[in-house]
């Protein structure tokens, strides 16, 4: 689970802001 959360925060960083808070929202 750690690892799925720092593999969110990489993707998030690549494609934007809009998904990093779709994954905090989750």
Do not use: D, F, L
Request: glycine share 12%.
């Amino acid at each position: 689970a750690k690892g799925q959360y720092i593999r969110s925060c990489v993707t998030a960083s690549t494609m934007g802001p809009g998904i990093k808070i779709n994954t905090a929202r989750n």
